[in-house]
């Protein structure tokens, strides 16, 4: 990739596809289990990210949506795209009796040649407009969830930057193999929030 001709491009999102899976895959594995880029893993956690049957599961998923920054031929937005992935993001909107109670953020990766670019800032801000526009519907300030791996401070410190805040959840590393291996033993999921008026 010429990240020189990539890196001042606008930045445009559409909704995931079976035939992403591929790319998606290639992606979030290569952005967090590899050494490029400064959001990797790669230290904590080895082992695969994701599978194609988990990336399948959520593009099928009536309330989980997977969105992706396509690469064009010239960067536009209606140009032919070249099959390779820029960035992707995926909502979850948590439901309760029907009523969307709030969102989870996740699977959130940006090229490692295009991180520190503004791309990121972006790609979150878009989601987090999506995910409010879909909870305003309760009449409630919209709650936006996610969670980081510990050990992670200068993660921790982007998040905070953009207004989520720790909430005191956590839970062990699942050590299932389903996500990747953890390199220690006292790694854990932490929860963060972001409470937002629509």
Same mark, same amino acid.
């Given at each position: 990739?010429?990240?020189?001709?990539?890196?001042?491009?606008?930045?445009?999102?559409?909704?995931?596809?079976?035939? #992403?899976? +591929?790319?998606?895959?290639? =992606? !979030?594995?290569?952005?967090?289990?590899?050494?490029?880029?400064?959001? /990797?893993? &790669?230290?904590?956690v080895?082992?695969?990210?994701?599978?194609?049957?988990?990336?399948?599961?959520?593009?099928?998923?009536?309330?989980?949506?997977?969105?992706?920054?396509?690469?064009?031929?010239?960067?536009?937005? #209606?140009? +032919?795209?070249?099959?390779? =992935? !820029?960035?992707?993001?995926?909502?979850?909107?948590?439901?309760?009796? /029907?009523? &969307?109670?709030?969102?989870?953020?996740?699977?959130?990766?940006?090229?490692?040649?295009?991180?520190?670019?503004?791309?990121?800032?972006?790609?979150l801000?878009?989601?987090?407009?999506?995910?409010?526009?879909?909870?305003?519907?309760?009449?409630?300030?919209?709650? !936006?969830?996610?969670?980081?791996?510990?050990?992670?401070?200068?993660?921790?410190?982007?998040?905070?930057?953009?207004?989520?805040?720790?909430?005191?959840?956590?839970?062990?590393?699942?050590?299932?193999?389903?996500?990747?291996?953890?390199?220690?033993?006292?790694?854990?999921?932490?929860?963060?929030?972001?409470?937002?008026?629509?």
């Open positions: 990739m010429d990240s020189n001709t990539t890196k001042n491009r606008p930045v445009f999102l559409r909704q995931a596809r079976r035939a #992403d899976i +591929a790319a998606l895959e290639q =992606l !979030l594995n290569r952005c967090y289990r590899e050494t490029a880029g400064w959001t /990797n893993e &790669a230290d904590l080895g082992g695969i990210r994701t599978t194609a049957d988990e990336l399948a599961g959520v593009i099928d998923h009536p309330t989980h949506y997977l969105f992706v920054y396509p690469k064009t031929t010239t960067g536009a937005r #209606d140009d +032919a795209e070249t099959g390779e =992935l !820029l960035g992707c993001i995926a909502v979850d909107i948590k439901t309760d009796d /029907n009523v &969307a109670i709030c969102a989870y953020i996740g699977m959130f990766a940006v090229h490692p040649e295009l991180q520190g670019c503004g791309v990121g800032n972006e790609i801000q878009a989601a987090e407009t999506f995910a409010t526009r879909h909870l305003a519907d309760n009449g409630q300030p919209s709650r !936006l969830t996610m969670s980081i791996l510990s050990h992670r401070p200068e993660l921790l410190a982007y998040y905070q930057r953009r207004g989520y805040q720790l909430n005191g959840n956590k839970m062990p590393f699942p050590d299932d193999g389903n996500n990747g291996e953890p390199k220690r033993q006292d790694l854990e999921l932490l929860e963060l929030e972001k409470v937002v008026s629509a």
